[in-house]
């Protein structure tokens, strides 16, 4: 079966390292990823997002609702992560699985590319791609407004 990701990106008037830092501290995620309904609201993402350390989505409580690591990088360029549900089976993965950030900057603006895979080992995996596509579109207008200055300071 061939790979199943969804992809998205938006571009972000705001630096390189802005959106990383809106991508990767707890107090932006905590607004941006209340779009994964998996936490409901209150849901934050807590690593250091060194190579090799834990990725934890947690709820409210502090209770693991997602789980994952860290597999690629290079800030504020690159970042990659897995990400399974801390109650289910965690399927094969390869490399490019996960979540993947992409941050280019041109003249005091960012494109951010998303990518979110392989859904392909999952049954219904396109149904769980076009989900992610559309919770990636909801997000990301959260991560430009918070990128720009409204709402996120650091």
């Known amino acids: 079966m061939p790979k199943l990701f969804a992809e998205k990106s938006i571009e972000i008037q705001a630096s390189a390292q802005r959106v990383w830092d809106v991508l990767t501290s707890r107090d932006a995620t905590a607004d941006w990823a209340s779009e994964f309904t998996a ?33 690629a990088a290079q800030p504020p360029a690159l970042l990659r992560f897995t990400v399974f549900d801390a109650r289910g089976e965690r399927p094969p993965v ?16 960012t494109v951010l590319w998303v990518s979110q895979g392989d859904f392909s080992h999952m049954v219904d995996g396109a149904n769980y791609r076009d989900l992610s596509e559309d919770i990636w579109d909801r ?16």
């Open 39 to 71: 936490g409901g609201p209150g849901l934050h993402i807590d690593s250091d997002w060194s190579v090799g350390s834990p990725v934890h989505w947690k709820d409210r409580k502090e209770h693991v609702v997602v789980e994952g690591v860290v597999t």
């Open 94 to 109: 390869s490399p490019e699985d996960g979540i993947t950030y992409k941050l280019t900057e041109r003249e005091g603006k």
């Open 139 to 154: 997000a990301l207008v959260r991560i430009k407004r918070l990128s720009e200055g409204r709402g996120f300071n650091k």
